[in-house]
Structure formats: structure tokens, C-alpha cells
């Protein structure tokens, strides 16, 4: 089919307006990067400046400003993450969420001395493991993944023991986009009787991942992805209901505390969720993720996702056909891919320059992978055809 027949199929084809257009576009390929400003979004981050901020000033802490952070994440819990309320909160940026939480995970876990993660994982997520276990004198388990797969039961389960404290993987690769089997993966780790930690960057606002359900522990997730959320926007995090009482987070704060406004001696923890923040909620950083929670709600997160697996699929076919030299680094299989894809030409570093300078967005990924994030409610298929015609076009001319 042609991208025109499938933009005039697309039952949300409509919600594209709804965000800020970009002079000179052609196709923005990098919305599970970066995602795109919803029009919405410039008038509530007006509002609150204005009103809230200009007119309530510091009395807004007490008129909602500290609920927010936990109103925002049961939203956002019952419109993409199958969680019931009172177990996501918006938190601090991914990389200090993803630390609290491994820390707190590795307490809980005494005597035990390993973590498991994947090669492949994102670096901050390695990168903050390595840096624990050198702390704490752990051993840090490694999953060997394939270039255009990722973590399964059968890689995961060898590594697993009496030892194993702590698994963190991602719900989706950030390269390859594979797409893990997080139940069965969480069912081995809690039968080795470790806890298990999935960091849902690549997949919140457009994969469904029902954590109750999946029995899922802890989680994190990017808010600037597909959420929306704008450049450095808050990450939020999930602690499981039964968990939140045996688990201690590192970082001590007053906003944290059970009773902050007392100024009392020593730390006790808030109740519940929120004794997993630390300092003051970004406030104006948070409002852009409302608008995107809401849009997903009025969109409905399966329709969202049966568009972003159409998507990838015409991805695929318009990469088979039009860029035969170039190979594939994400799963052929849609139901175990993610909402981007990645694709490898040994020329594709030279590229990169052109494309953006015609407009056409996508991102890079060493070695020599572009990957085509195509965020449903943003994206329309005939930006995919005119972005990967254009890198044919491209890399004819080379
Ligand atoms: C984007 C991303 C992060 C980003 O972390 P920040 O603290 O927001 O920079 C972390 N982990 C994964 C898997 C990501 O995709």
C-alpha cells in the first residue's frame, strides 16, 4: 500500500495537528528521542507561569504543586503502564530514578552478590550498575545480546542463582528496538528469588506494558520520549505496592520525608510512593507529560500501538525495497519490536549531516546504524517514505 491510502486509513491521522509545527520539516524520524511539542503543551506551560506561578506564587505548594508528581503518575499508570494508583511517581531524570531504585533494590537483597545486565543496555543504565557494584564490591552478571535482538529467557535464565540480587534490563532496546519478553523474564528472576528492575524509556506512550499484571517490581521511564515531556524532562519511576515498604531509597531527602514542612531531626519516609522522592518536583519541567498522558488516554494506548506496528512495518518494506545494501539491526518480528527501528550501511555516518540538513531527522547509533523512530501519534507515513526515500536518494549520490 501507498502512504497516502494508509495516512487516509489512519484513524490517528487527526491527533497530527495537535502539535507545533517545524518550518522547513520533512520528516522527523527521532521522536522516540526527542518527542515533538504538543500545541497543548505551549499554553498550559503559559498558564502556569503566569497564573500559577506569577499569580499563586509560593502558595502553590500548598494549592497542588506537591500532588502532582503522584496525580500525574496514577494517570499515567492507568493510561499506559497497566498500574493501579498509587505505585508511579514523576521522579528526577531517568539516570537518578534508575539509581535510587538499584540501590534500594540491592538493600533489599542482603547477602546476595550479583547483578545481571545486558551488553547492549543503555549507558547510563550500565554505567550507574558498574559503578554500585564497585561500590559495594558486587559482581556485575553479563547478558551478551544479538545486534538485532536482545535479552530472552533462554540468555537471561544461565545467569541466575542463589546470588543474583538484582536484574535490569530494558522493556525495549534502544538500539535494535527488541521488545523483551518482561513476564517470563520477571518470573525467572523472582524464582532465583532476586528483584527485577525494567527500564521502560523506549517503550512508555507506545508499548503497552501492564507491570501489575506482569508482576514487575520496580521501573523507570524516560519523559521526553514519547511522552513528550520536553528536553530534560523529568523521568517518573514505578515501585510495586507491596514492595513500598520494605525498600529504602539512598538519596534522603526533605520532600521524601514523612513530614517535610517540620524540619525535624532525622529521616523517616513518606508513606507509600512518595518516599521514594528526594528533593523539590520539577514543576514547570512535568506540565508538557500531562498533555501527552491525556492525548494518549483520548487515543487509546492499543490504538497507539497498532499504529506504531503498522508504522515499523511500512518502515520495513520501504527498507527492503528501496535500500537493499542496507541491513536490518531490529527484530523482523513485530510483536517482539518496539516503536523505532535500526538499519546498517557502512556509509551511513556520512549521511547523517545531509539528512538534517534537508530536513530529514533521524538519529545515529555506532557503528554505522540510523534509527527510524516513528512516535505514532506524531508521525504520519508519508514522512517515513519521503525520510527513507531520501536516504536512498542520499546514498545513491555518495
Ligand atoms: C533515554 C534513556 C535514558 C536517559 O536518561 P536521562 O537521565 O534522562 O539522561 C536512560 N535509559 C534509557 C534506556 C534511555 O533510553
Redesign the pocket.
Known amino acids: 500500500m501507498h502512504a497516502a491510502e494508509l495516512d487516509a486509513a489512519d484513524p490517528l491521522a487527526p491527533y497530527l495537528d495537535r502539535f507545533v509545527a517545524s518550518p522547513g520539516l520533512v520528516a522527523y524520524l527521532d521522536g522516540n528521542s526527542l518527542g515533538r511539542p504538543l500545541r497543548a503543551s505551549v499554553e498550559r506551560v503559559q498558564a502556569f507561569l503566569t497564573e500559577e506561578w506569577g499569580g499563586r506564587l509560593i502558595r502553590g505548594w500548598d494549592e497542588g504543586w506537591l500532588d502532582l508528581p503522584l496525580a500525574i503518575g496514577d494517570d499515567l499508570g492507568r493510561v499506559a503502564l497497566g498500574a493501579a494508583p498509587g505505585q508511579v511517581t514523576i521522579a528526577d531524570?531517568?539516570?537518578v530514578s534508575l539509581y535510587k531504585l538499584i540501590r534500594a533494590a540491592l538493600d533489599a537483597r542482603p547477602g546476595r552478590t550479583e547483578i545481571v545486565i545486558d551488553r547492549d543496555n543503555?549507558p547510563?543504565?550500565r554505567y550507574l550498575v558498574e559503578g554500585i557494584a564497585r561500590d559495594r564490591g558486587l559482581t556485575v552478571r553479563w547478558v551478551e545480546t544479538p545486534h538485532d535482538g536482545g535479552v530472552t529467557p533462554e540468555l537471561v535464565e544461565p545467569l541466575l542463582g542463589p546470588a543474583t540480587a538484582l536484574v535490569v534490563f530494558?522493556s525495549v532496546a534502544?538500539r535494535s528496538a527488541w521488545f523483551a519478553d518482561i513476564p517470563a523474564i520477571t518470573r525467572l528472576a523472582h524464582d532465583a528469588g532476586a528483584l527485577v528492575l525494567w527500564?521502560l524509556?523506549?517503550s512508555v506512550g507506545v508499548v503497552p506494558t501492564p507491570l501489575d499484571e506482569w508482576g514487575v517490581d520496580l521501573a523507570v521511564g524516560?519523559g521526553y520520549?514519547y511522552l513528550n515531556g520536553g528536553p530534560g524532562a523529568p523521568?517518573f519511576l514505578y515501585v510495586r505496592s507491596e514492595l513500598q515498604e520494605q525498600l529504602r531509597q539512598p538519596i534522603q531527602g526533605w520532600l521524601g520525608s514523612a513530614r517535610p514542612f517540620e524540619m525535624g531531626q532525622g529521616y523517616e519516609p513518606a508513606a507509600g510512593i512518595r518516599g521514594f522522592l528526594s528533593g523539590t518536583p520539577p514543576m514547570v519541567g512535568m506540565q508538557p507529560i500531562r498533555d501527552m498522558v491525556a492525548l494518549l488516554d483520548e487515543a487509546g494506548i492499543d490504538a497507539v500501538r497498532a499504529k506504531s506496528v503498522a508504522l515499523t512495518e511500512f518502515a520495513v518494506e520501504l527498507v527492503d525495497s528501496l535500500l537493499p545494501d542496507a541491513a536490518l539491526a531490529s527484530p523482523r518480528d513485530a510483536g517482539r519490536r518496539g516503536g523505532h527501528i535500526t538499519i546498517d550501511h557502512p556509509r551511513f555516518a556520512e549521511l547523517m549531516p545531509l539528512l538534517w540538513e534537508r530536513g530529514v531527522i533521524p538519529d545515529f547509533r555506532r557503528p554505522d546504524g540510523i534509527r527510524l523512530g516513528l512516535s505514532p501519534l506524531s508521525t504520519s507515513f508519508a514522512e517515513v517514505e519521503a525520510g527513507i526515500r531520501e536516504i536512498a536518494t542520499l546514498l545513491a549520490t555518495l
Open positions: 531524570s531517568t539516570t543503555f547510563t543504565d530494558s534502544y527500564d524509556c523506549h524516560c520520549k523521568s
